[in-house]
């Protein structure tokens, strides 16, 4: 989701039945960013996000750069479709994007320039990891869009929104909102029969109908109305403290979900990254503690990859 109440956030759950190495990863602008079929980028904009454990290639879950630019990737099985690299025009692989788009661009607006003649190709970063079937959110403080590879091409939807979760396809979401249109996070009205002296029993009840369901779609949908009716103060813990609240709203509980393998999907991790500050912030399953890597604090002209292992074993604080 992106977030903006004075400063601009954006964030996400990571939800997953296994570990993917993950560590909240710092590229430096003098990081060589090496691409399969695109030209390298040895200097480029720093950036900061959560990523597989890979000194070679930041493989970003999601990130932000240092000029408050955000990407994620979500799952989008039985959609996502990757063409055979041909040579010609930009070829960027799926676990590129992220990289390729923030290291280069300060803005929507600016990457826009180059989704025209974008081709995202069906490269495997390696034999033990496959291309994974993705659609990507892309935002700053102005604008969100999406973009997803489809057999048809590259399709580019803008996003009012500012929310994103896995299959179906984004202009399913947007059009699956008008079903849920007349909710509200007032009292509800006598809409059903005038002449009935009907009256709301207790609080809450002008949202009955908000689906409760861990698909991708009912999520979507209660993330949007639990970002749109968000109402905190403007400082610094507010904010974090709301995301991470409406973040909850549509986390995983362990056992609440069973894949059809028999695991088990959780909420790995959530994060909110101040897009302005460079701040990362996350919590992971079994440590609800909210960490914080500040990318402002690092040397952004080193050329290696700086890491932070999750703190993952809860901290109870006593206080008698």
Excluded at 119 to 138: E, R
Aim: aromatic share 12%.
């Amino acid at each position: 989701i992106t977030y903006t109440n004075n400063d601009f956030y954006f964030g996400r759950n990571l939800d997953l039945d296994c570990s993917f190495g993950e560590t909240v990863t710092i590229t430096p602008r003098s990081f060589p960013l090496i691409f399969r079929k695109a030209e390298r980028q040895d200097h480029h904009y720093a950036m900061i996000g959560m990523a597989s454990a890979n000194d070679s290639f930041p493989l970003y879950a999601e990130a932000v750069n240092e000029k408050g630019l955000a990407m994620a990737g979500l799952n989008f099985p039985g959609n996502a479709f990757y063409q055979q690299p041909d040579g010609k025009g930009l070829e960027i692989a799926s676990f590129e994007v992220i990289a390729w788009l923030l290291g280069k661009c300060a803005s929507v607006t600016e990457a826009e320039e180059y989704l025209n003649e974008m081709k995202i190709v069906d490269l495997a970063f390696s034999d033990q990891m496959p291309p994974a079937p993705l659609h990507w959110m892309l935002a700053d403080r102005e604008r969100a869009i999406v973009l997803e590879a489809v057999k048809e091409g590259l399709k580019v939807y803008e996003n009012p929104v500012g929310v994103l979760t896995n299959n179906p396809p984004f202009d399913f979401q947007l059009a699956n909102l008008c079903n849920y249109m007349n909710l509200t996070a007032r009292p509800p009205e006598n809409r059903f029969a005038g002449e009935l002296r009907l009256t709301a029993y207790g609080q809450g009840m002008g949202a009955i109908g908000l689906p409760g369901d861990a698909s991708p779609a009912s999520r979507f949908v209660r993330a949007a109305f639990m970002k749109e009716n968000s109402v905190c103060g403007q400082e610094e813990a507010d904010n974090v403290t709301q995301f991470f609240h409406i973040l909850d709203q549509v986390s995983m509980i362990r056992g609440a979900v069973v894949t059809a393998e028999g695991k088990y999907d959780i909420t790995a991790y959530s994060c909110c990254v101040n897009a302005d500050r460079g701040i990362y912030y996350y919590k992971t399953y079994e440590n609800s503690q909210i960490q914080a890597v500040d990318l402002r604090r690092e040397d952004l002209n080193r050329e290696d990859l700086i890491r932070y292992p999750l703190e993952r074993e809860q901290k109870i604080r006593y206080i008698n």
